[in-house]
């Protein structure tokens, strides 16, 4: 039982590269989501996905494009990256109903040059 | 203004050091309350789940919630340097849906 794993680990771009992070859980949870997490800001939702088939805008949304693949999976796009993006990302995971317990990925630090 | 404000810190306590965290909040609709802890390079891990005012207690952590003025408190007894980390709050309004609000996380070091 892996949890919530995430690729990459770790990702250089450039300014105006896209790229996309993965996300999948094997816990067979409704619930999932994408974070990111900055100094001094804490960790910010960027979508959520509270049931297959569904997507919805959190806190900071612009400049991402979400995917909910199928259950297991959820994927966070960046289009066009920008310096800006640079950042950890955390995708998470959870059953319907119970959004405080959250089960977090490792992360995935992205730098943008 | 944040919605949850927490001191960064950083925090540093001897080993067996009684440790205090805590969180403001601002939206009073706020009804659960959460502390995740975070080890360094890893992702955030539940520690402790409450609803509405009162204590909690789970081994050495007590999780403390004061709804009237608004206050959040995680309390670490016998502290331990394996307890090193940060430790986040959390609140989550029952009519968001899914959506967590994190305030900005407090790093703790205990030292043995």
């Known amino acids: 039982n892996a949890g919530v794993t995430q690729t990459p680990k770790f990702q250089v771009l450039k300014t105006g590269q896209s790229m996309t992070l993965q996300c999948a859980q094997d816990?067979?949870?409704?619930?999932m989501y994408w974070y990111r997490q900055d100094p001094g800001m804490g960790l910010r939702l960027i979508y959520y996905?509270?049931?297959?088939?569904?997507?919805d805008k959190g806190e900071v949304p612009n400049g991402y494009n979400v995917s909910r693949l199928n259950k297991r999976e959820f994927s966070l796009r960046l289009e066009s990256a920008a310096p800006s993006q640079t950042s950890v990302y955390f995708c998470a995971s959870t059953v319907s109903g119970r959004a405080g317990t959250q089960y977090f990925g490792p992360g995935t630090r992205l730098l943008v040059l | 203004q944040k919605e949850v404000e927490q001191d960064p810190g950083p925090l540093s306590v001897p080993e067996g050091a009684i440790v205090s965290l805590n969180c403001t909040y601002s939206?009073?609709?706020?009804?659960?309350f959460m502390w995740y802890r975070q080890y360094s390079r890893k992702g955030p891990e539940l520690l402790m789940y409450?609803?509405?005012?009162g204590n909690k207690e789970d081994g050495r952590f007590t999780a403390q919630v004061d709804k009237s003025s608004k206050y959040i408190s995680l309390f670490i007894r016998d502290s331990q340097p394996s307890d090193s980390a940060t430790y986040l709050c959390?609140?989550?309004?029952?009519?968001?849906?899914?959506?967590?609000?994190f305030g900005e996380g407090t790093q703790l070091t205990v030292n043995p």
């Open positions: 939206n009073s609709a706020f009804q659960y």
């Open positions: 959390a609140t989550l309004e029952e009519t968001s849906g899914s959506r967590l609000t």
């Open positions: 816990m067979n949870h409704n619930s």
């Open positions: 996905s509270a049931s297959e088939g569904t997507t």
């Open positions: 409450t609803y509405s005012s």
